[in-house]
C-alpha cells in the first residue's frame, strides 16, 4: 500500500478515488507514568515513556487506515492527514485520514 501526503503518487495515475478512509485510537496514561513525566519535565528532555506510548499509537492507527484502505480495494492512499489532542485529563487521541485510490 502506498501511503502519501500529497494529492498525487509519483510515477502513478489515479484511476479511481474510492473515498475518504480514516482511523483512530485513544489511549490514555497511567499514573504511575504522569508522576514520572512530572519530575522528568521539571528536569528537561525526553519523556521516554510517552514517547513510546505515542509511536505505539500511531503504528496502530495507521494499520487501521490500511486496513481500511485494503477493504475498499485501494492501492494508495493519497493526501493522508495525522492530527493529535487531548482527550480528557490523561488521555490523547491520534487520528488519521485520507483519499483511498486505485492506480493504474
Do not use: F, W
Not at 492507527?61 to 494508495?76: I, Y
Request: aromatic share 2%; hydrophobic share 45%.
Amino acid at each position: 500500500m502506498l501511503i502519501v501526503t500529497t494529492d498525487t503518487v509519483p510515477n502513478h495515475e489515479i484511476a479511481d478515488v474510492l473515498g475518504l478512509v480514516s482511523a483512530n485510537s485513544v489511549r490514555s496514561r497511567n499514573v504511575g507514568r504522569d508522576i514520572l513525566a512530572g519530575i522528568k519535565s521539571m528536569m528537561g528532555g525526553e519523556i521516554h515513556a510517552y514517547t513510546k506510548l505515542m509511536t505505539e499509537t500511531r503504528e496502530q492507527v495507521l494499520e487501521k487506515l490500511v486496513a481500511s484502505a485494503e477493504s475498499m480495494g485501494a492501492d494508495a492512499i493519497v493526501g493522508m492527514k495525522m492530527e493529535s489532542s487531548d482527550v480528557g485529563q490523561n488521555m490523547a487521541e491520534v487520528y488519521m485520514y485520507g483519499t483511498a485510490v486505485k492506480l493504474r
